[in-house]
């Protein structure tokens, strides 16, 4: 156990939905990475939050959008889902805003998009 | 932007034999490497990394090396045991210049008892 959860652990929608996913990081880690991982764009950096800051921005698409909040937990929006955004969603955390720092994983989310 | 090709996709290897995979990046200016282990069904986990000023680095049975004149860097697995059967994603990134973080498509390793 990594120590950074995520909810929910499955979530099942259909396009053209909005979900939201969740994430705590570990205990006194200040940075938070999304990825996205599918099988064909195998795994993907979508962005990092850094203490409430935005700080470094992968491929995210417009539709999806993120934040990082005061208890440093954050959440990834993504709206009108496409069938191609059905993928598993793994957040991260590590303590500081250097991207060298170990970025421990959470379990991830599987989203399926019908 | 980063381009990282890794091969091979897949490798079955005898137990106790090593195993390799390499990667390379079309960046000059990513200086960070990270190598994940994925079992299936769940998260990514560190298993070793590597700075640009430095051109190899071991922990126990495993070591990565990087050439970055050819902009290469490559796993090593040595005594390989069955629980090192996973994906290993390879990964590239420019620290300090916003932490973008660009992966590798994964080598599917099976150690064959």
């Known amino acids: 156990d990594s120590g950074v959860t995520q909810t929910p652990k499955h979530l099942i929608t259909a396009t053209g939905q909005r979900v939201t996913l969740r994430c705590s990081p570990r205990?006194?880690?200040?940075?938070v990475y999304w990825y996205q991982q599918s099988l064909d764009q195998g795994l993907q950096f979508l962005i990092q939050y850094y203490n409430g800051e935005e700080r470094a921005k992968g491929n995210i698409l417009e539709r999806f959008s993120a934040q990082q909040f005061p208890d440093l937990h954050s959440e990834l929006n993504l709206s009108s889902l496409e069938l191609g955004d059905s993928a598993l969603y793994f957040c991260?955390?590590?303590?500081?805003?250097?991207?060298?720092?170990?970025?421990?994983f959470g379990p991830g989310t599987r989203l399926t998009v019908l | 932007g980063e381009n990282v090709e890794q091969h091979p996709s897949t490798l079955s290897v005898q137990e106790g034999d090593s195993a390799v995979i390499k990667c390379t990046y079309s960046?000059?200016?990513?200086?960070?490497f990270p190598w994940y282990k994925q079992e299936l069904g769940k998260r990514p986990q560190l298993i070793i990394d590597?700075?640009?000023?430095?051109g190899e680095k071991k922990d126990q049975r495993i070591a990565v090396t990087l050439n970055k004149t050819a902009k290469h860097f490559s796993l090593h697995i040595t005594e390989t045991q069955p629980e090192d059967s996973a994906v290993y994603f390879c990964a590239a990134s420019s620290y300090g210049t916003g932490n973008q973080f660009y992966f590798g498509t994964g080598t599917s390793l099976t150690v064959i008892p």
């Open positions: 590597i700075r640009s000023n430095v």
């Open positions: 991260a955390s590590s303590l500081r805003e250097s991207g060298t720092d170990t970025q421990y």
């Open positions: 960046d000059s200016a990513s200086n960070y």
């Open positions: 205990s006194g880690d200040l940075s």
